[in-house]
Structures are given as structure tokens and as C-alpha cells.
């Protein structure tokens, strides 16, 4: 038996040192729908722009009109809390982490913005908020970007 034996094993510490310059982004998927296709064409780009410049994501949109079944179901419904159980669960089961913005009629809130939050990863809004102020809501509410930074210069220092 050879119970003194020392097993040693290579650390790599210059390619350990090295990972401390890899620059490091959370994969985020948002989903934007908007209820007119020219509108859809008008927001896309603005969206991602405003996207992009997020130092700790990097995010891929995709944007597309409402399918008929969720259609019908934004029409006929009466407040955001019905849509957003009918609809909100649905629109990202198979996309767990990512997160959608779904267009709904301004007669639906209440107040100025026009801008709610849903119990599923869903963001309600209407036609009358800017893109601008959608992408900002995605990063700095729903992602969270400001806490994530805050979080990274704690850690550093």
C-alpha cells in the first residue's frame, strides 16, 4: 500500500488568468408583437438598437403579428388580467427564460404608460408607448441589467 503518495494533478493558472478578459453575456430571447405588420417593420429596429447597446446581454428579438387565436382573444377581452391568463402562459412555455411583449388596445389601462406587466414574462403595452421605452423596460425592469452591473462591480473591487 502506498499511502504516502502524493497525486498531483496540472493547473492550468496562465489559462485561468486569462478567462478574467473574457468579456461574458447572458443570452436573453424577447419576443415583441405588435398588432399591425407596418408597425412590426417600424419597431423591430428600434427595438434591437436600443437592445444591443446592453453591455451584459446579448439579445435576439424576433417580432411578429399576433396568430388569429391570439387575436380574437385581444379583441373580446375585457382587461389585461383575462388576456393575459388566456394568452400569457401560452406565448412562452416553450421558451422558458425569454420574454414577450404582446401589443393590446389602449381603452385596456388605466393609467399613463401604457405599460403592464404580466404574471408570465409578458409585457402588455399599447401602439401609443415608443420602442425606445419597450427595450428600456426589457433590460432595465424585466432582465434587470442595472442590478446585474451593480452585482459585477461588487464582485470586482
Known sequence: W??????????????????????????????????????????????????SQSNMYDISLTVRVPHHSENEIVESGVDISEIDEKIGSRLMKDNPGSVAFLEVPSKLFT????????????VYYS???PSEDL???????????PQMNSMYRSLST
Not at 135 to 145: K, M, N, P, S
Open 111 to 122: 393609467e399613463i404608460p401604457h405599460i403592464v406587466v404580466g404574471n408570465h414574462r409578458t
Open 127 to 129: 401602439a401609443y408607448v
Open 2 to 51: 502506498k499511502t504516502t503518495e502524493v497525486y498531483r494533478a496540472y493547473v492550468p493558472y496562465s489559462d485561468i488568468a486569462n478567462l478574467e478578459t473574457l468579456t461574458v453575456l447572458q443570452k436573453a430571447n424577447v419576443l415583441l408583437i405588435t398588432t399591425d405588420a407596418e408597425d412590426s417593420h417600424l419597431r423591430g429596429p428600434i427595438f434591437q438598437k436600443t437592445l
Open 135 to 145: 427595450a428600456a423596460v426589457a433590460v432595465d425592469t424585466i432582465l434587470g441589467e
